[in-house]
């Protein structure tokens, strides 16, 4: 199981991890909404999360592949996507800290998540920094999108979008629940 999360794409590790997000919708899904909830709070939130995201998840992905531990289980990643889309579709003002907190919480959880599993299919640091320079152009592109943003129908259907991330994280978690 644990080498069916690593992509391999014959371009090397570093590419491998480009893609990785790509084909992990667990790891996908609650950055989105993140990134969502920060563009539609405006472009200083986008950025807090463009930088606070990736470096917290590249240094808990080495951390995770330097020191093989135990994985976290999936119940947390389903409960934090939950969480993510329910903010992006709710709408509501938030203290830049609360949203940079939920940034470095992502990238912690999944990015410890991910270096157990990368160390476990014999993954590298090139893979994880892969991850963390597509977790950059997402936000940076996402963010950027969401925050130009005026028409009130636009911002309608981001929060839609958040709501359909929380459903998911609410099927993510019973689906993580079943082998408990």
């Given amino acids: 199981m644990i080498l069916a999360h690593l992509m391999h794409t014959g371009f090397g590790p570093f590419y491998d991890g480009l893609l990785h997000l790509f084909v992990t919708p667990d790891d996908l899904l609650p950055v989105i909404a993140l990134t969502l909830v920060a563009g539609l709070r405006g472009p200083r939130y986008g950025r807090a999360v463009l930088f606070s995201l990736p470096v917290a998840w590249l240094g808990s992905s080495v951390l995770g592949l330097s020191l093989q531990a135990a994985a976290l289980p999936p119940v947390l990643a389903a409960g934090l996507t939950m969480i993510c889309g329910a903010l992006a579709a709710a709408d509501r ?7 940079t907190v939920l940034a470095i919480g992502l990238g912690v ?3 410890w998540r991910n270096g157990v599993e990368l160390a476990g299919a014999g993954g590298g640091a090139l893979v994880a920094a892969g991850v963390a320079s597509s977790l950059f152009l997402i936000v940076a592109m996402l963010s ?3 925050t130009s943003v005026r028409a009130e129908w636009a911002r309608v259907a981001t929060r839609v979008a958040g709501s359909w991330i929380a459903a998911i994280g609410l099927l993510m978690f019973g689906w993580s629940m079943r082998g408990v």
């Fill in 144 to 146: 950027g999108h969401v």
């Fill in 109 to 111: 959880l999944n990015g």
């Fill in 93 to 99: 003002p938030l203290p830049i800290q609360v949203v």
